[in-house]
């Protein structure tokens, strides 16, 4: 009797073994015949060992399937979630109009330019400061079909600028791995978006698929693979300056376009006067550091459109704000980007009406960078000019004379990007 018990125990260890090698082997889908691209999704499953040491009676306690079906379930789930958001981007892709050779782009075709085929994504990087209009002009960009958002990556260095080592190097890494789509090592950086939404939900496709699938939201082994389906990459930094960019236009692989953003530091301290993260932080709230960034932006500006005047641009906020369609339209054209229905509609419904909060993109463009002439004292005027001469002559911004003047006055002169 003892030998027939031990013997149906050993027969049933056998068959757990067996079918937890089944699941192993079988349940999985078969990375060398995978079309997807999704190859580092297999690389959430630890397979059970064969030995049969660590198949013992006190596992047999625990139900098996907790050990195998819950990896399998996660990379299905992952699966499912990128095949469904590739038909959502054939969708918005329908009768896309590529560059084919325009625009100094010559992708012709979706494959061009899709990471997970092979292709080589248009990718935008917009570099500006806190309280410049940048929500705005990254909003307009996320309007065109098939555009990937990294917004404000660098969030969870908070309220600093980083000018220079020992931050620049870090930074740059950083940012040049996301728009390679790999957040592999960004543990940091995920567990922070965890308590600041605001990180992913700006990036509308992304977060449509968040709210579904929260588990997977800050898993690199999903965020990578999702972002290498998007032939549209644009990311937006309020904290690295100028003069470190040029790290991410000498590298071809990454095919970037900048835009530096500017905008009058008038407008600027007016929009951050009331914004508690910024209070007592200097970096934010000195008017005297913001215009420092501004000369040294400028300086780098110059060196940058002489060497890159096909992958450089600078657009002040008040311009693109005063005549948007025309402005964006333009900015489309150099960026190698469609003026699309998307594109007009997003314009027609954000910028004419004033709405929302100070994050919200919902403005009368003709008049939302001027507020600063009704909001600031003229003597907190002349304190902000008497810091940023230099910053202002620079960027094309003229004087106010007086708080008459002030009212009613045009501030925008003209700039040149050539040092004098």
Not at 138 to 167: K, M
Request: a neutral charge; aromatic letters at 10%.
């Amino acid at each position: 009797m003892t030998r027939r018990m031990s013997a149906c125990c050993a027969f049933l260890i056998g068959a757990a073994c067996a079918l937890t090698m089944f699941l192993t082997f079988h349940m999985l889908p078969d990375p060398a015949s995978d079309q997807s691209g999704d190859g580092p999704l297999f690389e959430l499953y630890h397979p059970v060992p064969a030995n049969d040491a660590n198949c013992t009676n006190n596992e047999l306690d625990h139900d098996d399937s907790s050990i195998v079906i819950p990896f399998v379930n996660r990379i299905r789930e992952i699966q499912d979630v990128i095949s469904e958001q590739r038909l959502l981007i054939a969708k918005e892709m329908k009768g896309y109009k590529y560059p084919g050779g325009q625009h100094n782009k010559t992708a012709k075709s979706f494959q061009d330019l899709a990471p997970e085929l092979g292709g080589k994504p248009i990718r935008t990087l917009v570099v500006t400061t806190w309280r410049s209009g940048s929500t705005f002009l990254g909003d307009v960009l996320n309007s065109h079909p098939a555009n990937f958002y990294h917004y404000e990556p660098l969030l969870n260095y908070e309220t600093t600028q980083i000018r220079e080592e020992p931050l620049a190097s870090e930074a740059v890494s950083k940012l040049k791995a996301l728009l390679n789509c790999n957040y592999t090592g960004f543990d940091h950086y995920l567990t922070y978006g965890q308590r600041h939404i605001e990180l992913f939900v700006h990036n509308t496709r992304l977060w449509a698929q968040c709210k579904k699938h929260r588990d997977l939201c800050w898993s690199p082994d999903f965020l990578s693979p999702f972002c290498r389906l998007f032939p549209f990459q644009s990311m937006k930094v309020v904290r690295l300056r100028l003069k470190l960019v040029e790290e991410f236009l000498k590298d071809p692989s990454l095919n970037v376009r900048v835009l530096l953003l500017v905008r009058d530091p008038r407008g600027t301290v007016q929009s951050r006067k009331h914004r508690v993260w910024c209070l007592n932080n200097p970096d934010c709230a000195d008017p005297a550091l913001l215009c420092s960034d501004l000369v040294a932006d400028y300086s780098a500006a110059v060196e940058l459109n002489a060497k890159y005047p096909n992958r450089f641009r600078v657009v002040r906020y008040e311009d693109l704000s005063v005549e948007p369609y025309t402005g964006v339209q333009d900015l489309f054209d150099f960026l190698g980007l469609d003026f699309h229905p998307r594109v007009k509609h997003f314009l027609d419904t954000h910028t004419k009406v004033n709405a929302g909060g100070v994050s919200n993109t919902y403005r009368d463009s003709k008049s939302a960078p001027f507020h600063w002439r009704q909001d600031l004292s003229h003597q907190e005027v002349r304190n902000i000019q008497r810091v940023c001469l230099p910053a202002m002559q620079h960027w094309g911004y003229v004087l106010a004379a007086n708080s008459t003047h002030q009212h009613d006055f045009n501030p925008l002169g003209s700039f040149s990007l050539t040092l004098t």
